[in-house]
């Protein structure tokens, strides 16, 4: 068939792609304002990284590229809100992640060449659902501890009162509970309740301020308890309005190669980070086979699984350049594709754009990094707990036997190593003895990446007593790793209307998202 014409950018296709941008916002910016890290240039690079895909996937695949849950928990112990944003600390612990993600995207290379030649059965033989479903439980658990201890307990200083943290928090998390619970499956509210709990988080917060027992907001300043005035100064500044002012402190990081320390923050930083590719890596086939279901279409033949997963390595790579956190495919813009029915990529590469454009807005940024602390550990509550939910749906979805001696002992202890180091680190982190971590001289082993490579030699040396029957390789086959909240909703929608449709594709679409005649 001849390739339709390309038609200019038209009203309905501003509107899809303003929505899948906010579709993405809400998690995209949780990423770097848990890990104390750039707003500005993380959406940046969630756009950047989006278009290199677009272009890597020959303008075929309709995925958006955001910030990764995955590789939080080793963002957090590297830089850590302790550390103070564009100082000496912080530009080393950047500098680290850096060069990190550079090496984690070079894994994606790797597997996309080993695709590319010898198929993508061989690979996941080496990173089953008992390897992966562990390692994604352990993520949500240890970074649930910290949502408490970073963002709602610890976060309340002898100026705020408790109540008003809690009460935040609770008012966050339970408008995200109402949101997934009572809004219409179908419905784009579905698609952004972390950017609803956030709005209605931050109007709490705001209100609240106002009452005695100290302010949630930097900009309401309350003097002996009760108060006093705005100071939008301790927000926003005039030479923070566009990125171009204040380039030279985005890119400041790069001065931390030059630290005495750099060298053992890196081994440290490399060690926590580059195992958690396996996990985007399978989170990735997920989505990818998920996005295909939704499209009608096949696109780990066409353009081809190595295409796809080459575009995620070489954006999570730029975007370490770049000072952001790693990307990975979003099950967000998948549900928006299933609820508008429109799969043009071309929307998703727009409203990449906008992603860019937004973040070179510096003020827009500052405005997010005055979201309070409360507001986003109870937005934490609920995301890790999905997190943690997501790992166990793996195991249930691929049918994993519990009576197969090797699953049983691959995946509990994955989990006991994994859950029972975490929580002696966190024991580390409050105290402050490093007699509870694991330690190479002043390098720390972090717990999920010692889990991570446990449980695959574990797959590896134990043999299998039992092999797995035809229904359960399928169930394997078609189980989904995702670490964003929305795919349960998405696949609940697929299933439905391939039933509706009597098990038949949806349209194949051209580029324009028209249908082939």
């Given at each position: 068939?001849?390739?339709?014409?390309?038609?200019?950018?038209?009203?309905?296709?501003?509107?899809?792609?303003?929505?899948?941008?906010?579709?993405?916002?809400?998690?995209?910016?949780?990423?770097?304002?848990?890990?104390?890290?750039?707003?500005?240039?993380?959406?940046?690079?969630?756009?950047?990284?989006?278009?290199?895909?677009?272009?890597?996937?020959?303008?075929?695949?309709?995925?958006?590229?955001?910030?990764?849950?995955?590789?939080?928990?080793?963002?957090?112990?590297?830089?850590?809100?302790?550390?103070?944003?564009?100082?000496?600390?912080?530009?080393?612990?950047?500098?680290?992640?850096?060069?990190?993600?550079?090496?984690?995207?070079?894994?994606?290379?790797?597997?996309?060449?080993?695709?590319?030649?010898?198929?993508?059965?061989?690979?996941?033989?080496?990173?089953?659902?008992?390897?992966?479903?562990?390692?994604?439980?352990?993520?949500?658990?240890?970074?649930a501890p910290k949502a408490f201890q970073s963002?709602?307990?610890?976060?309340?200083?002898?100026?705020?009162?408790?109540?008003?943290?809690?009460?935040?928090?609770?008012?966050?998390?339970?408008?995200?509970?109402?949101?997934?619970?009572?809004?219409?499956?179908?419905?784009?509210?579905?698609?952004?309740?972390?950017?609803?709990?956030?709005?209605?988080?931050?109007?709490?917060?705001?209100?609240?301020?106002?009452?005695?027992?100290?302010?949630?907001?930097?900009?309401?300043?309350?003097?002996?308890?009760?108060?006093?005035?705005?100071?939008?100064?301790q927000a926003f500044s005039v030479s923070r309005i566009v990125i171009f002012?204040?380039?030279?402190?985005?890119?400041?990081?790069?001065?931390?190669?030059?630290?005495?320390?750099?060298?053992?923050?890196?081994?440290?930083?490399?060690?926590?980070?580059?195992?958690?590719?396996?996990?985007?890596?399978?989170?990735?086939?997920?989505?990818?086979?998920?996005?295909?279901?939704?499209?009608?279409?096949?696109?780990?033949?066409?353009?081809?699984?190595?295409?796809?997963?080459?575009?995620?390595?070489?954006?999570?790579?730029?975007?370490?350049?770049?000072?952001?956190?790693?990307?990975?495919?979003?099950?967000?813009?998948?549900?928006?594709?299933?609820?508008?029915?429109?799969?043009?990529?071309?929307?998703?590469?727009?409203?990449?754009?906008?992603?860019?454009?937004?973040?070179?807005?510096?003020?827009?940024?500052?405005?997010?990094?005055?979201?309070?602390?409360?507001?986003?550990?109870?937005?934490?509550?609920?995301?890790?707990?999905?997190?943690?939910?997501?790992?166990?749906?793996?195991?249930?979805?691929?049918?994993?036997?519990?009576?197969?001696?090797?699953?049983?002992?691959?995946?509990?202890?994955?989990?006991?190593?994994?859950?029972?180091?975490?929580?002696?680190?966190?024991?580390?982190?409050?105290?402050?003895?490093?007699?509870?971590?694991?330690?190479?001289?002043?390098?720390?082993?972090?717990?999920?990446?010692?889990?991570?490579?446990?449980?695959?030699?574990?797959?590896?040396?134990?043999?299998?007593?039992?092999?797995?029957?035809?229904?359960?390789?399928?169930?394997?086959?078609?189980?989904?790793?995702?670490?964003?909240?929305?795919?349960?909703?998405?696949?609940?929608?697929?299933?439905?209307?391939?039933?509706?449709?009597?098990?038949?594709?949806?349209?194949?679409?051209?580029?324009?998202?028209?249908?082939?005649?």
């Amino acid at each position: 068939m001849e390739k339709s014409r390309q038609l200019p950018l038209t009203a309905k296709d501003a509107a899809l792609s303003f929505q899948h941008m906010f579709a993405m916002l809400g998690a995209t910016i949780t990423v770097p304002l848990l890990a104390n890290m750039s707003i500005a240039m993380a959406l940046i690079a969630a756009g950047i990284g989006t278009i290199i895909f677009y272009f890597i996937a020959q303008k075929k695949v309709p995925v958006f590229l955001g910030s990764s849950f995955a590789f939080l928990p080793a963002l957090i112990a590297v830089v850590g809100k302790e550390k103070n944003i564009y100082s000496a600390e912080w530009q080393e612990a950047v500098a680290a992640v850096a060069v990190s993600l550079v090496l984690a995207g070079l894994v994606y290379v790797i597997f996309a060449i080993v695709i590319k030649y010898v198929g993508v059965q061989k690979i996941k033989k080496l990173f089953p659902a008992i390897v992966v479903g562990p390692v994604v439980l352990i993520i949500g658990m240890i970074l649930a501890p910290k949502a408490f201890q970073s963002n709602i307990i610890g976060a309340a200083g002898d100026s705020i009162a408790l109540w008003k943290e809690w009460t935040t928090a609770i008012v966050t998390a339970l408008t995200m509970v109402l949101v997934n619970a009572y809004a219409k499956p179908k419905s784009f509210l579905k698609v952004i309740p972390i950017l609803l709990g956030f709005g209605v988080g931050y109007v709490y917060a705001f209100c609240i301020s106002f009452a005695p027992g100290g302010s949630l907001l930097k900009y309401i300043i309350q003097e002996n308890g009760v108060f006093s005035h705005f100071d939008f100064s301790q927000a926003f500044s005039v030479s923070r309005i566009v990125i171009f002012q204040h380039l030279g402190e985005e890119f400041s990081f790069y001065k931390g190669f030059a630290s005495s320390t750099f060298g053992t923050t890196l081994v440290s930083a490399i060690l926590m980070i580059v195992p958690l590719s396996i996990v985007t890596f399978m989170e990735h086939l997920g989505d990818i086979n998920a996005n295909s279901t939704v499209c009608g279409k096949d696109f780990m033949v066409d353009p081809g699984l190595h295409r796809t997963v080459m575009g995620d390595g070489i954006a999570t790579a730029v975007s370490g350049l770049l000072g952001g956190p790693a990307n990975t495919t979003y099950g967000e813009n998948t549900a928006v594709l299933a609820i508008t029915k429109n799969y043009n990529p071309r929307n998703i590469f727009f409203a990449a754009i906008l992603a860019v454009i937004f973040g070179m807005f510096t003020v827009f940024a500052d405005f997010l990094a005055t979201i309070p602390s409360a507001v986003i550990g109870g937005a934490s509550i609920i995301l890790y707990g999905m997190i943690s939910a997501s790992g166990l749906r793996t195991l249930v979805d691929s049918k994993v036997d519990f009576n197969n001696t090797k699953n049983l002992i691959v995946v509990s202890v994955t989990l006991a190593i994994g859950l029972g180091m975490g929580a002696m680190s966190l024991v580390g982190d409050v105290t402050g003895n490093t007699a509870y971590k694991v330690m190479i001289g002043d390098v720390e082993i972090s717990p999920l990446a010692i889990a991570t490579v446990v449980a695959i030699l574990l797959n590896l040396v134990i043999p299998n007593t039992k092999e797995p029957s035809k229904e359960e390789e399928e169930a394997a086959d078609k189980a989904i790793t995702s670490l964003t909240p929305s795919t349960a909703d998405i696949e609940e929608e697929i299933d439905a209307d391939a039933e509706a449709e009597n098990g038949e594709a949806a349209p194949a679409q051209d580029a324009d998202g028209a249908e082939e005649k």
